[in-house]
C-alpha cells in the first residue's frame, strides 16, 4: 500500500507563505483522488483541497484564492502553496489519497503550520 509523509510545515507570520510537500511510496497516477486536510485544535479535520480523476479541483471556500493544490506524477508527489496566510489556517495538515471508491484513503502523519507574529 502507498505510504504518504508530508513536509514543509513550519512557523510563519501572517501574510507569508509556505508549500507542503506530500511524497508518496508509490505512484498515485491513477488514483481516484488525492488531497490536504487539516485539523487544529479542538476541531474535526477538514478538506483544504482536493484533486478528483486527475482534473476536477475542489477548495474549501476559506482557502479559495489563496491555496494552490498541484500534483508531479512523474515525483510521485502532490503540493499545496498556501500563500496570504492567516492565523486561522494554524493546524495540522494531512494528505490523503484515495485509489477508489471502494477502497480507504491513506493518510499521512501530517504536519504543522503554524500562522503567527
Known amino acids: 500500500q502507498v505510504q504518504l509523509v508530508e513536509s514543509g510545515g513550519g512557523l510563519v507570520q501572517p501574510g507569508g507563505s509556505l508549500r507542503l510537500s506530500c511524497a508518496a511510496s508509490?505512484?498515485?497516477?491513477?488514483?481516484?483522488?488525492v488531497g490536504w486536510y487539516r485539523q487544529a485544535p479542538g476541531r474535526q479535520r477538514e478538506l483544504v483541497a482536493h484533486i478528483i480523476r486527475s482534473s476536477i479541483t475542489n477548495y474549501a471556500d476559506s482557502v479559495k484564492g489563496r491555496f494552490t493544490i498541484s500534483r508531479d506524477d512523474a515525483k510521485n508527489t502532490m503540493y499545496l502553496q498556501m500563500n496570504s496566510l492567516k492565523p486561522e489556517d494554524t493546524a495540522v495538515y494531512f494528505c490523503?489519497?484515495?485509489?477508489?471508491?471502494?477502497?480507504?484513503?491513506?493518510w499521512g502523519q501530517g504536519t504543522q503550520v503554524t500562522v503567527s507574529s
Open positions: 490523503n489519497a484515495q485509489q477508489s471508491l471502494y477502497i480507504p484513503p491513506r
Open positions: 508509490g505512484s498515485i497516477f491513477s488514483f481516484y483522488a
